[in-house]
């Protein structure tokens, strides 16, 4: 292994020495979805020239992807405006007409079963049978008391009771339980199904935070999340909408699709050998394969007109080309984090940073299309939920792979039907989702039909003319849906997530995790402790920052809280070079 060395002591500020030989920082952003785009936009609007976005899959977006089928827009991922009132997407897109063509039925502040408020939500039992309207009022109201009292927890500091296990689940569960079996005014036969919509409710929440079970989200840190005021909008010609208008102000040469990186060499300033024999490309060659010339036995090296400056991130592409970059932007999601953070960055990340991906939760929520020549349902109800009789006791949302189905907690309406036809979304997450996720659409299809035939008690239910699905969980550059704070973890760790690196702190754990927290394979390629401390003259600071949706702490899941990352990003290093540009650098 070569030993380390510290670079050398520079007599001028490293950012003002670099912006003066190349006139500009160059800033690669990895990801153009809603986070990674708001950054790129910002960053060229505030006059940088030098920015780079790689995205790994074959079309801009991330996690929000409209598809067109006929002259129907469904949403396989991002649905919903979260509130009107203050929130940048809601404003760009209401500014642009998106909204002109959404029905008052698509603007919405329920909560649950957001796509339409006309008409009725039908609860219908596994036995085939509707549950009393009345029921379903009264169950609501209980559960919706109970869920206001979720959010005390963190916003008025109560303490968190041994019983409850700081789950959300078990908290709610037990609660509405105890209240169901102690009312005296309703006859055992009530109290058991309103027992078994406990869980029917609890699914549909699961989908919401995009968690395997309520039981895993935090209830401590729950009411942390801030909901933006004002009712949900849907954008009739699709939530993609919003992410071309993103794209509008970035020139096309700006964003490489098809280009997944392999992994992040930062630090470089410190002069230890951080990586594979890769070359990085040149300045003006921003086209050049640098597989095509490596050599082996050598450093990354960069491009800088003074063989002592270094450039301080190399970013290495999975097709080999390797980019020199004085910051990036990381707006990956918490799913591809915790997949692959051991060899996406050299060297390893900060013990607290690794803490925090394992501490926070990123589940699969899916979405399930069923097109149907007529509609088999009456023009009153909004959706169709499904009530198994015989989770009255449950106390999991775990099911047997062979019963993964079970987790479909209902399907809704789309309405209108001049626009959508006869469309049912149904809806699945956790780990039954990914079980989906590996079955055909036939199979898929089939088991949907037949779950409907059972719940209704119409046995002649035909099959859709059309399925179409979504698939987060099993795709390798998203791996879930979105992020939850997951027992365990609160709204800090979601800040350690987004803490650019290198840390300005002057301690070890700034610039590498301790050994211990290091898997094997990457021990051998560690420097010795005391080379983690280089000189502070010579670091550049904010070399790799964070964004996505997962580093908000406040929005986290959703696309306003992801665009708002993306410009937080590019505010800290428009701020960090304001002076320079000011001064005509």
């Known amino acids: 292994m070569q030993s380390c060395e510290s670079s050398g002591d520079s007599a001028d500020d490293p950012l003002s020495r670099g912006l003066r030989r190349r006139g500009q920082p160059r800033v690669v952003v990895i990801g153009a979805g809603l986070a990674g785009l708001a ?15 790689l995205e790994a899959s074959s079309r801009i977006g991330g996690r929000v992807q409209s598809v067109k089928l006929g002259h129907a827009t469904f949403e396989l991922g991002a649905t919903w405006i979260h509130g009107s009132h203050g929130n940048p997407i809601y404003h760009l897109a209401e500014a642009n007409g998106l909204l002109e063509e959404t029905t008052d039925g698509e603007r919405s502040v329920g909560r649950i079963s957001l796509y339409s408020k006309n008409g009725v939500a039908c609860y219908l039992t596994n036995r085939g ?66 027992l078994a919509m406990i869980q029917q409710y609890l699914k549909v929440e699961s989908c919401e935070s995009s968690s395997h079970s309520m039981d895993e989200v935090s209830l401590s840190a729950f009411g942390e999340w801030t909901e933006i005021p004002g009712a949900h909008h849907i954008i009739p010609s699709g939530f993609m909408q919003v992410v071309e208008l993103l794209a509008e102000g970035i020139p096309a040469h700006v964003i490489q699709l098809g280009k997944p990186v392999r992994c992040i060499h930062w630090d470089q300033a410190s002069g230890c050998p951080r990586g594979p024999e890769i070359e990085p490309r040149g300045e003006s060659d921003h086209n050049h394969d640098a597989g095509e ?115 479909i907690c209902g399907f809704d309406v789309l309405y209108p039907p001049e626009r959508y036809g006869h469309v049912l979304s149904g809806w699945i997450c956790g780990e039954e989702a990914l079980l989906m996720e590996k079955c055909d659409d036939e199979a898929v299809a089939e088991i949907c039909t037949e779950m409907l035939r059972q719940f209704t008690g119409n046995p002649n239910i ?32 979601v800040e350690k997530l987004a803490k650019p690196l290198p840390y300005t702190e002057s301690s070890k754990t700034a610039q590498g995790s301790s050994s211990e927290q290091l898997p094997g394979h990457l021990l051998s390629s560690k420097c010795p402790e005391q080379s983690l401390e280089p000189n502070r003259g010579s670091i550049k600071p904010m ?12 929005y986290y899941s959703t696309t306003h809280g992801a665009l708002l990352s993306g410009q937080r990003e590019a505010a800290r290093l428009i701020e960090m070079y304001r002076d320079l540009f000011q001064q005509g650098t």
């Open 293 to 407: 010339g490596s050599q082996g036995g050598e450093e990354p090296r960069g491009d800088r007109q003074d063989e002592d400056e270094q450039w301080p991130v190399v970013v290495e592409c999975e097709d080999c080309e390797v980019i020199p970059a004085d910051h990036v932007i990381v707006t990956v999601s918490l799913g591809v984090l915790k997949r692959q953070y051991t060899s996406f960055f050299r060297p390893s990340l900060p013990a607290e940073k690794v803490a925090a991906i394992h501490r926070l939760g990123i589940g699969t929520t899916d979405k399930i299309f069923l097109e149907f020549e007529e509609p088999f349902w009456g023009p009153e109800c909004n959706s169709l939920q499904f009530v198994w009789e015989d989770e009255a006791e449950s106390r999991t949302l775990t099911y047997p792979p062979e019963l993964w189905y079970r987790k």
């Open 129 to 194: 049978c509707r549950v009393p309207k009345d029921v379903v009022e009264e169950f609501s109201d209980l559960y919706n008391e109970v869920y206001n009292l979720t959010q005390e927890f963190f916003r008025h500091g109560k303490p968190v009771n041994a019983e409850s296990q700081n789950s959300v689940g078990v908290f709610t569960r037990e609660e509405v339980r105890n209240r169901i079996r102690n009312d005296p005014d309703d006859p055992e036969a009530t109290k058991r199904l309103k």
């Open 543 to 554: 070399q790799v920052l964070f964004s996505g949706e997962a580093t908000h702490r406040k």
């Open 462 to 493: 035909p099959k859709p003319r059309r399925i179409l699905r979504s698939a987060w969980g099993s795709n390798p550059y998203f791996r879930g849906s979105y992020s939850y704070t997951q027992v365990g973890s609160s709204g800090a760790d």
């Open 39 to 53: 950054a790129a936009k910002a960053l060229l609007e505030q006059g940088f020239t030098d920015v780079t976005v």
